[in-house]
C-alpha cells in the first residue's frame, strides 16, 4: 500500500486505490446502518465541479509510512485444539411400540401320534428320521425339542439331530438298551426359524445305528400375543429354588424302594437286602411276594426329594455272593449308568458297601438298580447319599 501526504492547496490529486463506495467506520459491522457521516458522506460536487478535499492528517514519519511486509500468521498446534461433540437434533420417533409379553408355547409334530419311526443303517446312509413342527412364530426366545426313544443306548455315538443346519448329539445312556425313554430334552435354541421346521434324526459313527424315535415336539417361549393355532399354551413354571438346608447324609433302605416286576425279587428280611431270582426262594422272602415269571428281569428305584446342593459320594450297599450277575450289576444316577462287580467277596451273608461315585447332587436325586438287560442275579440292600465334606 503506498501513503500520500497532502496539504492544505494542493492541487487536485486522485488516490488510485480509492473506490468509489464511502469507508465504513471500523467499529460498524456489515449489518450496520451507519448513516450519513458529515465530512466523510457529504454530496460530491458535479463532476466539472472543483473538488474540495477535507484537510489532511498530519504528516507521518518516514518509518511508518514505508511499505508494510504482510504477516505470515502463527501457525496453530493442532494438539491444542478440542473436538467439540455436537449432539443432534432430536428426532420425534413417535411412540414406542408395546412390548409383547412372552408365552410358553408347545407345538407338536404333525405325526406326533402315529408310530414310532425306526432307523437302522450304517455311518454313511443318507436315511433320516424326518418330523415337522408346524407354523413356529416368529419372535422365539428359546427352544427345547421334544422326543421319545427307544434303545438309545451308546452315548455320543448314537445318532445326530439336525434342524435348520445346526447339528445336535441325540440323548443316550447305557442303561436304555431296549428301554423306551419318555420326553428327552435337547436345547434348541437359535435353530428355529419361523414357519415350518423340519427335525431329522441320523446315524452316528458306529458301525451300525438302531433306534426309534416318535413324538417329536418343540417347546418354545416366544413374543407374541398368543400362541399359534398349532400350538398349545403352557403355564409359567415357579421357580422353587434350590433346596436348602444342612447337607446331611442320607440312606434309603431296599424296602423303601420302588420296584417294577415286583415278582421276580425275594425280600431277604432275615439279611436285610433283595435280589433277583426265578428259581424256588419263596421260603427265604418275607413278604409273600414272590412271584418270578423265569426272567430275573425288574428295576428297583431309590428316589432322594429335596436334597441339599452339595458332593456327595453314593455308595451301594449289597450281598456279594459268587452266582450274581457276570455282567456286573447296572445302577444309574440320574440317568448315568455304572456297574458294580458283586461277584467278589467270600460269599458270607453280609453287606458289603460299594462306592458307585462321586457327583454334586441337588433336588431330586434317583438311584437305580436295572436288573432288566440281563439273565444274572442282582442284589441291593441301600442306598447312600454321602456328603463330601
Do not use: K
Not at 443346519?165 to 445312556?173: D, E, H, S, T, W
Request: with cysteine.
Amino acid at each position: 500500500m503506498l501513503l500520500v501526504g497532502c496539504a492544505p492547496g494542493d492541487a487536485d490529486t486522485t488516490d488510485p486505490a480509492w473506490e468509489d463506495g464511502a469507508p465504513v467506520p471500523a467499529e460498524a459491522s456489515v449489518d450496520d446502518d451507519v448513516g450519513p457521516r458529515p465530512g466523510v458522506d457529504a454530496a460530491l460536487p458535479p463532476d466539472d465541479g472543483p473538488v474540495a478535499l477535507p484537510d489532511a492528517p498530519p504528516a507521518l514519519d518516514a518509518g511508518a509510512a514505508a511499505l508494510l511486509d504482510a504477516v505470515t500468521p502463527a501457525p496453530i498446534d493442532a494438539s491444542t485444539m478440542m473436538a467439540v461433540d455436537v449432539a443432534p437434533a432430536p428426532v420425534d420417533a413417535g411412540p414406542s411400540a408395546p412390548v409383547l409379553p412372552e408365552l410358553r408355547c408347545r407345538v407338536q409334530s404333525t405325526t406326533y401320534d402315529a408310530a414310532m419311526q425306526e432307523l437302522d443303517v450304517g455311518p454313511s446312509s443318507s436315511a433320516r428320521l424326518r418330523f415337522t413342527l408346524p407354523g413356529i412364530p416368529a419372535g422365539v426366545t428359546a427352544a427345547a425339542l421334544r422326543y421319545t426313544s427307544f434303545d438309545a443306548d451308546h452315548p455320543g455315538e448314537e445318532g445326530v439331530i439336525t434342524l435348520n443346519g445346526q447339528r445336535f448329539q441325540m440323548l443316550a445312556n447305557t442303561a436304555w438298551d431296549n428301554v423306551t425313554v419318555p420326553e428327552h430334552r435337547v436345547d434348541v435354541s437359535g435353530a428355529v426359524v419361523a414357519g415350518d421346521n423340519v427335525v431329522a434324526f441320523g446315524p452316528g459313527p458306529l458301525p451300525r445305528s438302531f433306534f426309534r424315535v416318535g413324538r417329536v415336539a418343540l417347546e418354545f417361549t416366544a413374543r407374541v400375543e398368543r400362541c399359534p393355532d398349532a400350538a398349545t399354551p403352557m403355564p409359567t413354571p415357579v421357580d422353587a429354588g434350590t433346596p436348602a438346608g444342612p447337607v446331611v447324609e442320607r440312606t434309603i433302605g431296599y424296602r423303601a424302594a420302588t420296584y417294577t416286576q415286583r415278582g421276580n425279587w425275594v425280600f431277604r428280611c432275615d439279611a436285610n437286602y433283595a435280589y433277583t431270582a426265578r428259581g424256588d426262594h419263596a421260603a427265604e422272602d418275607c413278604t409273600g411276594g414272590y412271584d418270578p415269571d423265569g426272567t430275573l428281569r425288574g428295576t428297583a428305584t431309590f428316589t432322594f426329594t429335596n436334597v441339599t446342593a452339595a458332593t456327595y459320594d453314593v455308595l451301594i450297599g449289597s450281598r456279594h455272593s459268587s452266582n450274581r450277575n457276570d455282567m456286573r450289576a447296572l445302577f444309574t444316577v440320574n440317568g448315568e449308568g455304572l456297574r458294580i462287580d458283586q461277584r467278589t467277596g467270600d460269599g458270607a451273608l453280609a453287606i458289603v458297601t460299594d462306592l458307585w461315585g462321586r457327583r454334586a447332587l441337588s433336588g431330586t436325586v434317583r438311584v437305580v438298580l436295572d436288573a432288566t438287560r440281563n439273565s444274572g442275579s442282582d442284589s441291593v440292600s441301600f442306598v447312600t447319599l454321602r456328603p463330601v465334606r
